[in-house]
């Protein structure tokens, strides 16, 4: 895309700084006063630039995004499973569910500790 651009504005460029005709004197001119050509160029390698950037970022982004619904889907799933402690039949139950909720809360610490650092 950025080389068609720049074939583009090359090309335009050409003709518009050719002096083929006495016609084009006058605006031949105003366009090498005003630096249209290389400005032009210049503008569009930096809107490249930032188009790439953009690019990549999209991706760090939805990274980003599903860490944090990781993190949110181990919340909720460590509070469900805190709400029904006083309801399990036996005490061997209960240490079971509690490590697992130990552990899902674990896991959630660790994936914001992880979005946070990115």
């Not at 006495?22 to 105003?30: I, S």
């Not at 790439?52 to 949110?72: C, G, K, N, P, V």
Request: glycine share 2%; proline share 3%.
């Amino acid at each position: 895309m950025a080389t068609m651009w720049e074939n583009l504005i090359d090309g335009t460029c050409n003709l518009m700084l050719g002096s083929e005709t006495n016609l084009a004197a006058v605006p031949l001119v105003e366009v090498r006063a005003s630096g249209l050509c290389p400005n032009t160029k210049a503008q569009a390698q930096k809107l490249f630039a930032t188009i790439e950037e953009i690019h990549d970022f999209q991706f760090e982004l939805i990274e980003t995004m599903a860490t944090s619904m990781r993190a949110l889907t181990a919340v909720d799933a460590s509070l469900s499973i805190v709400s029904n402690y006083d309801t399990l039949p036996s005490e061997v139950d209960r240490v079971q569910v509690k490590v697992l909720s130990l552990l899902s809360y674990i896991l959630y610490k660790t994936n914001v500790q992880r979005t946070t650092e990115d």
